[in-house]
């Protein structure tokens, strides 16, 4: 779900943190990508003409596996060399909006019969794509596939974006990419967003800066996730009526949001504000204040080439995609890895201050010596 409302104010007050750019921008970088997201993306956005999910000759959906491998493609051609991670086994505080999703998720497929009737194709199609969620055999299906094309991938003891973070504060990669906004309460360097969107969208990628956006917003790591939680998390409920304006007026006035509450509940009569009952508020700030993760130490990450007869196997014979398009594809592939391997002029140099010589020394002295003399010939004259 993300943090509601968080994208706009960070840049209404920290407008500096935020860049764009093309993907061609960000050759040479190593980057973790939120699979789980990219699944649901490609199973919303990779259809036929008609609107369906692709689908093999026994009926089984690969849009999954297109969007996988083609985007993937395109990434490393372009000399990104990806990291997949994906999610583990959800926290227990995360249960309550996996219950409100997966009730949106009966509610579409009630409106979806309703209007098989009488509805239109847009209207239909609007309702399936909340019906949409990666299986967990369409998860085995992508880890299948990157293994295949020699892409690492991570499995996360927890949350996808908090390990992606991990990997970016460790120096494993440069930059966590998600369209989930909380994942800047997990403290990565850098956060990309829109990087597997389809090329037809023609969106650019959004780089987020952490520490400036903390600092034009004029919070520390703890009050930011304090902000983040009054914005709306997956970890629990919202104070009612407490929008983003409010939210960030209520942190900066109070300092933190235990203040905020003690504030709401030592003055019924002065606010129209009411705390949730038994708001877990404190456990969902340790959640994100330490999230159970692999160090990025203990994460080892090798880009290889790509098993081309494994390939060809899985996604043609198996998956019934094109034999041309699959080898075409692997080979882009070894290209690809390959030429990321030069890495970006940045990696190799930095500027260092050349250390003084006792020329450079002596020289100085003569300088400020002559400035010196011309001061004082000046104050004669007058």
């Avoid at 020699?150 to 973070?165: L, N, R, T």
Wanted: aromatic letters at 8%.
């Amino acid at each position: 779900m993300g943090v509601k409302g968080l994208n706009q104010l960070v840049k209404e007050h920290s407008p500096n943190a935020y860049k764009e750019f093309q993907l061609k921008n960000l050759f040479g970088r190593k980057v973790a990508i939120d699979a789980s997201m990219c699944l649901y993306q490609f199973l919303i956005s990779v259809r036929q003409s008609d609107g369906q999910q692709l689908t093999n000759e026994a009926g089984e959906t690969t849009s999954h596996l297109s969007g996988m491998f083609y985007r993937t493609i395109r990434l490393v051609e372009n000399g990104i060399k990806p990291v997949y991670v994906f999610d583990g086994k959800p926290p227990v505080l995360k249960g309550g909006e996996l219950e409100k999703r997966m009730l949106k998720k009966q509610e579409a497929l009630k409106q979806i019969e309703d209007l098989k009737e009488t509805g239109t194709a847009e209207e239909l199609m609007k309702f399936e794509k909340r019906t949409v969620r990666a299986s967990k055999e369409q998860n085995e299906e992508a880890k299948k596939l990157l293994e295949l094309m020699g892409i690492p991938y991570v499995e996360a003891p927890c949350e996808a974006e908090a390990q992606c973070a991990e990997l970016a504060r460790g120096g494993k990669v440069f930059a966590a990419a998600s369209e989930d906004m909380d994942t800047l309460c997990y403290e990565p360097p850098y956060l990309l967003r829109h990087l597997t969107f389809a090329e037809a969208r023609k969106m650019p990628i959004d780089e987020i800066q952490y520490a400036t956006a903390l600092e034009g917003l004029g919070l520390d790591k703890s009050t930011f996730i304090d902000l983040c939680i009054l914005l709306g998390c997956d970890y629990c409920e919202t104070i009612k009526g407490v929008g983003p304006v409010t939210a960030f007026k209520l942190i900066k006035e109070h300092g933190s949001l235990d203040n905020i509450v003690k504030w709401i509940e030592e003055n019924p009569d002065k606010t129209k504000y009411r705390v949730p009952e038994n708001w877990p508020y404190n456990e969902a700030k340790e959640l994100f204040m330490n999230p159970d993760v692999l160090k990025a130490d203990e994460v080892s990450l090798k880009w290889k080439e790509p098993n081309v007869e494994g390939l060809v196997q899985f996604m043609v014979d198996d998956k019934g995609f094109s034999d041309e398009r699959i080898k075409s594809g692997a080979e882009k592939l070894k290209k690809g890895l390959k030429s990321g391997v030069q890495g970006r002029l940045d990696g190799f140099f930095s500027v260092v201050k050349k250390p003084e010589s006792p020329n450079d020394k002596k020289r100085k002295q003569a300088n400020e010596k002559g400035k010196g003399k011309g001061k004082a010939a000046k104050k004669t004259k007058r």
